[in-house]
T-cell receptor, first 116, second 113 residues
């Protein structure tokens, strides 16, 4: 299947700083990518839909100014957590779908963010 | 409002047994129902998926049963192995939503040796 790579896999940052997470589709071009947040022992919560060349669509309750999403190319979407706080500590996961293919979504390996 | 309800929350099965996880959905517009397997610290991986025009799909030890009238679908893992121990999520999506996935809350499966 298609490969989605996420980087970094783990990151620790200080409160008040910003951290960027990258999501790359390695062997296909993804016009749409999705960003999820997952708390321990819970399900995946969709944060936003990232569209190449246009603004991301955020789910209700997700702060646009806090979670900046950029999808500047067909193979790269980034999520920047700005002014991070301990409550932003979570597991962030991206996914992408092969355009024109079936509806299978391929997920990255996730990024464990810890804000201290 | 939770659109996909999953049960049980956790499940313990002996090696060689059958694991059964159930999901129910509310939106009749959903047209694709995947199951994902997630190991700790990893992203979900697609296990098997079904469309509503099919009542059953089997891939190896994994089978999805789909009941359109009841708006329910289930995952059966035959001959469960300790390596199957993971969290399983059912999901649903529809074309009109850009294939945005709606996940169930997950089932933690433990297969004892």
């Amino acid at each position: 299947g298609a490969v989605v790579s996420q980087h970094p896999s783990r990151v620790i940052c200080k409160s008040g700083t910003s951290v960027k997470i990258e999501c790359r589709s390695l062997d296909f071009q993804a016009t749409t990518m999705f960003w999820y947040r997952q708390f321990p022992k819970q399900s995946l919560m969709l944060m936003a839909t990232s569209n190449e060349g246009s603004k991301a669509t955020y789910e209700q309750g997700v702060e646009k100014d806090k979670f900046l999403i950029n999808h500047a190319s067909l193979t790269l979407s980034t999520l920047t957590v700005t002014s991070a706080h301990p409550e932003d500590s979570s597991f962030y996961i991206c996914s992408a779908r092969v355009p024109g293919g079936n509806t299978e979504a391929f997920f990255g390996q996730g990024t464990r963010l810890t804000v201290v | 409002q939770q659109q996909v309800k999953q049960s049980p929350q956790s499940l313990i099965v002996q090696k060689g047994g059958i694991s059964i996880i159930n999901c129910a959905y509310e939106n009749t517009a959903f047209d694709y129902f995947p199951w994902y397997q997630q190991f700790p610290g990893k992203g979900p991986a697609l296990l098997i998926a079904i469309r509503p025009d099919v009542s059953e799909k089997k891939e190896g030890r994994f089978t999805i049963s789909f009941n359109k009238s009841a708006k329910q679908f289930s995952l059966h893992i035959m001959d469960s192995q300790p390596g199957d121990s993971a969290t399983y999520f059912c999901a649903a999506t529809l074309r009109g939503s850009n294939y945005k996935l709606t996940f169930g809350k997950g089932t933690l499966l433990t297969v004892n040796p």
